[in-house]
């Protein structure tokens, strides 16, 4: 099977729509949790702890100079950045939970009761028939 063949086999059977959907809910659910973190959760987080803007966190390696910005190391970009990972993979995990309950309630559910087999049916009859026999 030729590698066009196979492509388009791969893409017609729907997992590249499905990859892409993924990726593109993804890239907004980032987008939505780093405002989360950095609109809503930081501001508060840095005036309780004093006043602190975390994205002004860093450590100056080298000052700048006429010529050249300052070398720094943005720790606190890395901190938001850590806020926003965990805040991602929580909602991920309570996403993950809400669909494994709802797997796991409708495996519980009670199967619709088979139909009786031949001897059951047999056995039945010969029941009625000895009720009617009998009256």
Do not use: C, H, W
């Amino acid at each position: 099977m030729s590698m066009i063949s196979e492509f388009k086999e791969f893409a017609v059977k729907g997992n590249m729509v499905d990859m892409a959907v993924g990726i593109i809910i993804g890239a907004a659910f980032g987008k939505v949790v780093a405002s989360l973190v950095n609109d809503i959760i930081m501001p508060p987080l840095g005036l309780l702890i004093g006043g602190v803007n975390f994205n002004e966190l860093a450590v100056v390696l080298q000052e700048a100079t006429a010529d050249a910005a300052a070398v720094t190391i943005g720790y606190g970009a890395f901190i938001q950045t850590i806020i926003d990972f965990l805040i991602i993979a929580l909602a991920i995990f309570f996403a993950v939970k809400v669909i494994n309950s709802m797997k796991r309630k409708e495996e519980e559910k009670p199967a619709a009761p088979a139909a009786p087999g031949e001897e059951v049916v047999l056995l039945r009859e010969i029941r009625d028939e000895l009720k009617r026999d009998s009256v």
